[in-house]
């Protein structure tokens, strides 16, 4: 995610010499540096005193020790910038000096192409303007919204897991092509075009998705056969208990 970011921000026309990476891998700092021509800092100490804004891209687990190489060097003035799923604004707050600016993120992973769904919410102490700078940021790489952030685990079952729910129906929804005859690369690119196409006549036309399923439904035809099968599957209560299910995920950890 942190690489999307890097690239978005590189397309908007961010010097690359105005952003820092600090990565415990030397080969993999080393590929950001030659990809990007971004600055490599010399640990995390050494980013966070050169930067405003520090994107913090580690598993929750590593939340302590992560803030604890580079805590000392953090003060007020600097905005920490979390994509820590499950990990709220409150326990980073506590592992910072009085008063630190902290804003958690919850992007996904298109943002790797441009079209993420990122959603955000400002800690205790950060200002409006400090948002908005980070807002910017995302920007970068898809759609951001800002919401309390005690919608935050639905928000993580929902767009955070979410792409993967949508490849597997695709690659379920292409399988069914090929057991009905298509080619494995053919019922592929249907299955990818044809999600593509729903999703932006949903977006596109501000029409609610029963609308737009009722338009493509017409008596004893091939579509109303199809849903009967998917009703029979279970399949509406299945996707809602899947985003439920990664939410409460979200809350554990």
């Known amino acids: 995610m942190g690489e999307a970011i890097i690239k978005g921000l590189l397309t908007k026309g961010i010097n690359p010499e ?88 919850m992007p996904n992973t298109p943002a790797l192409i441009g ?45 955070g897991s979410g792409p993967a729910f949508v490849y597997l129906m695709i690659e379920a929804l292409a399988d069914g092509g090929v057991l009905a005859g298509l080619s494995r690369d053919i019922a592929y690119m249907l299955a990818v075009d044809t999600v593509k196409g ?10 609610h998705p029963g609308q737009l399923k009722d338009m493509v439904t017409s008596p004893a035809g091939t579509t109303i056969y199809g849903l009967l099968q998917m009703e029979k599957a279970g399949l509406r209560g299945t996707l809602m208990e899947t985003v439920l299910a990664a939410a409460k995920r979200a809350e554990q950890l």
């Open 198 to 207: 729903a999703a932006l006549m949903v977006q596109e036309t501000k029409k």
């Open 18 to 105: 105005n952003i820092w990476i600090s990565e415990k891998s030397q080969e993999r700092s080393d590929y950001l540096h030659k990809e990007y021509g971004i600055v490599r800092a010399k640990d995390n100490e050494d980013l966070v005193d050169h930067s405003e804004a520090i994107l913090l891209a580690v598993k929750p687990q590593n939340l302590t020790a992560a803030v604890e190489s580079f805590v000392t060097s953090f003060n007020n003035e600097k905005i920490l910038v979390s994509i820590l799923a499950g990990v709220t604004t409150a326990k980073i707050e506590a592992l910072l000096p009085v008063g630190s600016n902290v804003v958690r993120v």
């Open 115 to 159: 079209e993420g769904t990122t959603v955000m919410t400002g800690g205790t102490n950060t200002t409006d303007i400090q948002l908005q700078e980070v807002l910017t940021i995302f920007e970068a790489v898809g759609r951001v919204n800002v919401l309390p952030e005690t919608m935050f685990n639905a928000v993580t079952g929902l767009s």
